[in-house]
């Protein structure tokens, strides 16, 4: 079992930035690649950026590349997500995910555990 807990959501303006954490506790680390995944009220659950279990790779979403970063610290059991030039679309709760895997899935379904959610709001 893998325990995942986000921190670090808010209330933020257009235009802010915000860095989630996601503490993980339980199996190795380095074995899983992490996501960070978002849903909106009313709406699918959606990949938003994942990291390959020694950070080496990264993807991300179209619609975040270019303003929102992931990164690793496997000393700390911890992946981020570095979230700049919010737009209101970005609210949603985001989640991150981890997977027993050596690809970078950008699927839900790829994912074995994840965490509780934190909410993020752009709003003026």
């Known amino acids: 079992q893998v325990q995942l807990v986000e921190s670090g959501g808010g209330l933020v303006q257009p235009g802010g930035s915000l860095r989630l954490s996601c503490a993980a506790s339980?199996?190795?680390?380095?074995?899983?690649?992490m996501g960070w995944f978002r849903q909106a009220p009313g709406k699918e659950r959606e990949f938003v950026a994942v990291i390959a279990r020694r950070g080496s790779s990264i993807l991300f979403a179209d619609l975040v590349k270019g303003r929102f970063t992931i990164s690793r610290d496997n000393a700390k059991n911890t992946v981020y997500l570095q979230m700049n030039s919010l737009k209101p679309e970005d609210t949603a709760v985001y989640y991150c995910a981890a997977g027993a895997t050596m690809t970078l899935p950008s699927s839900k379904y790829a994912y074995d555990y994840w965490g509780q959610g934190t909410q993020v709001t752009v709003s003026s």
């Open positions: 339980g199996r190795t680390f380095s074995n899983y690649a």
